[in-house]
């Protein structure tokens, strides 16, 4: 697992999208980390940032794996919401979310080894507020 885990890592860091994405919008390249600290997870001044965490692997009788992976990203933006009449958006979830797209195309250059499919694409405003977060579970079948 910890071989699949190190490679969709290093997949997204190399990512032209998500690096330009981020220095446009954010003025600095994300952090991609594999793996996370519980006890400290990434803070405000270290947004953006993107996790890839194991969670389990099952192998089949020729020893192929199947790997879920957790895939968390961060952004920050404490810019409020933009009003128009009676319309509000919160642009901080749009740009979690147009984050998350460009992750996943980053993952297309994993896949000539590799299975991917993912479930739970899911956003939310985060308590570390003004963050808003976005994850999603990978699961990752060994050709």
């Known amino acids: 697992m910890t071989q699949v885990m190190m490679e969709i890592r290093d997949s997204i860091a190399r990512s032209e999208e998500v690096r330009a994405f981020c220095l446009d919008r954010f003025g600095r390249e994300p952090t991609v ?5 519980a006890r400290r997870p990434p803070g405000n001044d270290e947004l953006p940032t993107i996790v890839v965490a194991p969670d389990r692997s099952d192998f089949d009788g020729a020893g192929r794996g199947e790997h879920k992976i957790d895939l968390m990203w961060a ?3 404490d810019g409020g919401e933009e009003r128009y009449g009676n319309k509000i958006t919160f642009p901080g979830f749009l740009q979690v979310d147009e984050l ?8 297309e250059a994993v896949g000539n080894e590799y299975r991917i499919t993912y479930t739970g694409y899911d956003l939310f405003s985060s308590d570390q507020s003004p963050a808003f977060v976005g994850e999603m579970e990978l699961t990752v079948t060994e050709w």
């Not at 998350?100 to 993952?107: A, D, N, W």
């Open 33 to 37: 980390m594999a793996g996370y600290n």
């Open 75 to 77: 952004v920050l933006n």
């Open 100 to 107: 998350g797209e460009l992750v996943l195309s980053s993952l």
